[in-house]
């Protein structure tokens, strides 16, 4: 007897086993499963010629192939085409696209492809961006240089000369009727950030100048300045006025994406110093909006962040994408049913643009 019982011990064991890793194994499915789903999103191809650069809109996408300038819908169908020769470079918005190389400068219809104004300035163009009522133009050299305000058949309306500084970013506000601009100063001991605003045509309208942190981003609320920086998120009017009640602790944080489709009050997303540009992935997510500040896990490292909307997108290159709702604390994860090596932003109807060398992606995130 004793012995049959000591024969039949061990098979009772590895029963019990079996049992407590299938239990497990069925309960880690659960997790995994309440964060994952096999993605059943639709996506088109786009094959081009070439890409040398692409740039999302709010109904497709804008590229140059080295010749030629284009723009393509959410359904894959070439719009226009607009020839611009080799070495050139653009920005594109809803509002049209400006396309330059050396002195040269066009600027083009969004809808038609029809240029609107064609003609060489004195200078290098840096950079060039079209509002909705003015186009801006930076002309080199970088440091010391130079922007030029245009009206959409180009008109020149003036020009503003930046002394010992170099433009890091500039745009429009306010409907589109003022400019924007955030420079860096290295003259001093210590390198410094100055926001100014203008009236196009008539003068300066403030002035921001920030002597506690490194400024390097601005977003706008309503009639106001949220300038992103090292420590704070700083709220000003346009006259250059904080209002210190409205400071946002950001520090050991760095906004990852804005939204900058949305011209008022647009959704950012941080994420740890640590994180940023790291190997293995952004996953700790802080969503901010006027009243809104939140933190969320992504279930997956994220190369890339987009924030469209209300939502957070994160891509990781294994073949995931991550999405936060704002006011959601849940984040939702898809498989995604394609290779892809670039991640180029989301369209306002929520088509994700994704990019494997020529080939591009149209994925339908709805």
């Not at 590895?14 to 994952?36: D, E, K, N, W, Y």
């Not at 209002?243 to 994420?271: E, H, I, N, Q």
Request: glycine share 10%.
């Amino acid at each position: 007897m004793e012995s049959n019982r000591q024969d039949r011990l061990p098979w009772a064991i590895a029963l019990l086993i079996v049992v407590f890793v299938s239990v497990i194994a069925l309960a880690a499915g659960r997790l995994i499963g309440s964060a994952t789903h096999r993605s059943s999103y639709d996506y088109k191809a786009v094959q081009l010629a070439s890409n040398l650069g692409l740039e999302v809109v709010d109904d497709g996408f804008v590229y140059y192939d080295g010749s030629y300038i284009g723009s393509v819908t959410t359904e894959g169908r070439v719009k226009w085409s607009y020839l611009i020769g080799r070495n050139a470079d653009f920005d594109a918005n809803a509002n049209g696209v400006a396309a330059w190389t050396g002195e040269s400068l066009t600027l083009i219809d969004a809808q038609t492809g029809t240029p609107t104004f064609s003609g060489a300035m004195e200078t290098d163009v840096l950079s060039a961006r079209i509002g909705s009522k003015y186009t801006a133009v930076l002309l080199g050299p970088e440091y010391n240089s130079t922007i030029v305000l245009m009206e959409p058949g180009g008109r020149r309306v003036n020009s503003i000369t930046l002394t010992n500084q170099t433009v890091i970013e500039y745009g429009f506000f306010s409907n589109g009727s003022l400019l924007w601009m955030m420079s860096l100063d290295t003259s001093g001991t210590v390198p410094s950030c100055t926001v100014n605003t203008y009236r196009p045509g008539k003068e300066m309208v403030g002035s921001i100048h920030d002597n506690e942190q490194l400024m390097y981003g601005v977003v706008f609320q309503s009639s106001y300045f949220c300038c992103a920086g090292d420590t704070f998120l700083k709220v000003y009017d346009y006259t250059g006025k904080e209002d210190r009640s409205r400071r946002t602790k950001v520090y050991g944080w760095y906004m990852a994406a804005l939204d900058g489709s949305v011209l008022d009050d647009p959704l950012m997303a941080f994420v740890p110093n640590s994180q940023y540009d790291s190997a293995k992935g952004m996953q700790d997510v802080r969503m901010i909006r006027a009243n809104l500040d939140q933190q969320v896990r992504m279930p997956y490292g994220c190369q890339s962040l987009i924030a469209r909307n209300d939502r957070v997108y994160g891509f990781s290159t294994e073949g995931y994408v991550s999405i936060a709702t704002q006011g959601s604390q849940t984040v939702n994860a898809y498989a995604l049913p394609m290779l892809f090596d670039k991640v180029y932003g989301v369209t306002a109807n929520n088509m994700a643009i994704l990019g494997n060398g020529n080939i591009i992606y149209v994925l339908n995130l709805s």
